[in-house]
């Protein structure tokens, strides 16, 4: 049985939807991380206010939209 051949034009769609599916799982991700790290700390020092999970969980947030960023212009410059 003979293996379909992809054009340059397939492979470089295919490696795009890879990029763009993952977009999504950063963002979660990273903003969970910088929340429980934030959480964690708090319980940690036995803080009275949430401090430290306000202040990681932004910081989760703006990691997480810095990578998305990246990744869209990693697709838009390939296309």
Request: overall charge negative; hydrophobic content about 55%; cysteine-free.
């Given at each position: 049985m003979a293996r379909k051949q992809f054009s340059d034009e397939d492979r470089r769609s295919l490696r795009n939807l890879g990029r763009a599916s993952t977009?999504?799982?950063?963002?979660?991700?990273?903003?969970?991380?910088?929340?429980?790290?934030?959480?964690?700390?708090?319980?940690?020092?036995?803080?009275?206010?949430?401090?430290?999970?306000?202040?990681?969980?932004?910081?989760?947030?703006?990691?997480?939209?810095?990578?998305?960023f990246k990744a869209v212009s990693d697709i838009n410059k390939d296309e």
């Open positions: 977009i999504g799982l950063t963002l979660v991700i990273s903003s969970a991380l910088g929340f429980g790290f934030g959480w964690w700390l708090d319980g940690k020092l036995h803080t009275q206010t949430p401090w430290f999970t306000l202040v990681f969980g932004l910081m989760g947030v703006a990691a997480g939209f810095l990578e998305m």
